[in-house]
C-alpha cells in the first residue's frame, strides 16, 4: 500500500507591522522600548510576539527581568526582517518618483570628513535639481556606518578605506589625509612634517566627543599607549582652526579642510608621515542595483564630482 505524501506545511504569513515591531525589540533588547518605537501599548506588543511565535512555531525571545535577547531563530528573523523592510521603504521611494508632489527620501552615513568637507556641494546641487527630495545626513564613525548598511538602516555608507567592507559593494570616493594644525610661531611650525608621537606632549583642540574623527583619533592614540591631552572640544573645523590660530593647543584635521583654513586664521598645516594619516574614502551600499533610484543617482553624482575635484587638485598642483 503507497505510503501517504507528507502533509504540506501552511505557509506562514508575516505582517509588516509584526516585523517592524520585532526588529525595534530586537535592536532595543526591551519589549517597553520596542512597543514604544512601534506606537504600540505593552499589552499590544506582547501579544504580536506571542502570536508571532506561535505561527513560526519556535521561540524567537529570551526573556529576562533585564530584557530580552535573540534565539538563534530570532537571529534570523531579524536579519530577514531587516532585509524585508528595508525593500519596502526601496520600494515606496522608487513609487514615489510616480507620484507628483510626493517626497523622496535617502539616508547617508558618513564620517567626520565627508560630512564636513566633500558632501555639502554634491548634495547641495543634488537638492537643488531635485526639489521633492529630502536627505537624511547623519556623522558617525566607520564601524558603525558599514554595520548600519548591512542592516539596511542606511541607504548610503562613506567610510575611510581601512574599515572593512566584506559583503557590501564598495566604490571608491574622496582621498584625503590628515594633517597636524599648529598656530603660527609655535615649536614644530618650522618642521615641514612630523610624527604623531611628537605632537603628544602637547595641548590639543578637538572635535566634539560624539564625532567620529574625535573616536578616531582617540583610538589611535589608545591603541599606542599614549593619552591626549585635550583642552578643549569644538563643533566644527572652522572652530577648530580658529582655537588653533588663538594658540589654544594643537589639533588633527583633514588637509582639505586645513588649506581652506590656513590662510584666513593663520594656522600651519605639518605632513603626518604615519601611514594611517592617509584617508582614502569609500562609498559602501548593500545592493547597488536594489537602492532605490533617487539613491543610485546620489551615488553616481557622488562618485562624478569626486572625480573632477581630484582631476581639478592633479590640474592644480602640476601648475
Not at 537602492?291 to 564630482?305: D, I, M, S, T, Y
Amino acid at each position: 500500500m503507497p505510503s501517504k505524501p507528507a502533509p504540506i506545511s501552511a505557509p506562514v504569513h508575516f505582517d509588516f507591522v509584526d516585523l517592524r515591531l520585532f526588529v525595534n525589540v530586537a535592536e532595543s533588547t526591551s519589549l517597553t522600548s520596542g512597543a514604544s518605537s512601534s506606537a504600540l501599548s505593552l499589552a499590544a506588543a506582547s501579544t504580536r510576539i506571542k502570536n508571532l511565535e506561535a505561527a513560526v512555531g519556535v521561540q524567537l525571545l529570551y526573556r529576562t527581568k533585564r530584557g530580552v535577547s535573540l534565539t538563534p531563530a530570532g537571529d534570523a528573523l531579524l536579519q530577514h526582517a531587516r532585509q524585508i523592510l528595508s525593500q519596502v521603504r526601496h520600494l515606496s521611494a522608487d513609487l514615489q518618483q510616480f507620484s507628483k508632489g510626493v517626497k523622496g527620501h535617502v539616508r547617508i552615513f558618513a564620517n567626520t570628513t565627508a560630512v564636513a568637507e566633500f558632501l555639502p556641494r554634491t548634495l547641495g546641487e543634488f537638492l537643488a535639481e531635485h526639489p521633492p527630495v529630502d536627505i537624511d545626513l547623519r556623522e558617525y564613525p566607520s564601524a558603525e556606518i558599514v554595520r548600519a548598511v548591512r542592516e539596511g538602516k542606511t541607504d548610503i555608507g562613506i567610510v575611510a578605506g581601512h574599515v572593512g567592507t566584506a559583503g557590501l559593494e564598495t566604490l571608491p570616493y574622496f582621498r584625503d589625509r590628515l594633517v597636524l594644525a599648529v598656530p603660527n610661531g609655535h615649536a614644530l611650525a618650522m618642521r615641514r612634517s612630523v610624527s604623531f608621537i611628537e605632537a603628544i606632549p602637547f595641548d590639543f583642540v578637538g572635535l566634539g566627543a560624539g564625532s567620529a574623527m574625535h573616536s578616531f583619533i582617540t583610538r589611535i592614540a589608545r591603541e599606542r599607549g599614549w593619552e591626549l591631552r585635550l583642552r578643549i572640544h569644538v563643533g566644527s573645523y572652522d572652530a577648530m582652526c580658529r582655537m588653533i590660530a588663538s594658540g589654544v593647543g594643537i589639533g588633527l584635521l583633514a588637509e582639505s579642510a586645513a588649506r581652506r583654513h590656513a590662510h584666513s586664521t593663520g594656522i600651519r598645516p605639518l605632513h603626518l608621515v604615519d601611514g594611517w594619516a592617509i584617508q582614502p574614502l569609500k562609498i559602501c551600499v548593500r545592493d547597488l542595483q536594489a537602492l532605490p533610484g533617487l539613491a543610485r543617482e546620489l551615488v553616481q553624482r557622488l562618485v562624478a564630482n569626486a572625480r573632477e575635484f581630484e582631476d581639478a587638485a592633479t590640474a592644480d598642483d602640476s601648475l
